[in-house]
């Protein structure tokens, strides 16, 4: 279907009520068009898991202006019928995929990345362009900066220990 008003114009017949009553959720599961405004954005919702999904977001039924109470996962299931004339499962979208190398370089990423000197907003601007990052720089920032301070306590505990001490905060026995 070309938009979610004509899912919730088919909820209207099918169920009762005004296409209004529909609406959200027929837009929940047609919001993925803002990543991707292809037919693969159905990936991400239509499904059997994201009808499960729509439940948990929307309740186990809404009730219509005609006050009937319809479950959610009815509502769900027509949508994604409607689109894809089964409800296909997340292997069904995923078993095709083709693997990217970027999907499977996993890599445990340093304590610290950047020194709090060099977090200035042009190595956060890289950290987007890269995709390394979706926080704000104010969030990006605070970050690196609980980073670094939990690694500074790392290191000093490790010193610590090396000196005989039992914690970074411990006096040295004479």
Known sequence: MAHSFHHA???ARKFGGRPDDYLALHTWFDSTKQHLALPAHRALRHHASGIWESEQVFGATLTNSAGREVPVRFIGEQHVREDCRCIPTVADWLKNLPIESWMVNGVILPDIEHDLVDADINAWRVAVADRQTTLSYADWAA???????SACGAASTIVARQNGRH???SQEEN
Not at 143 to 149: A, E, G, N, V
């Open 9 to 11: 114009e088919s909820s």
């Open 167 to 169: 914690g970074p905060y």
């Open 143 to 149: 970050q690196h900066h609980m980073r670094s301070s």
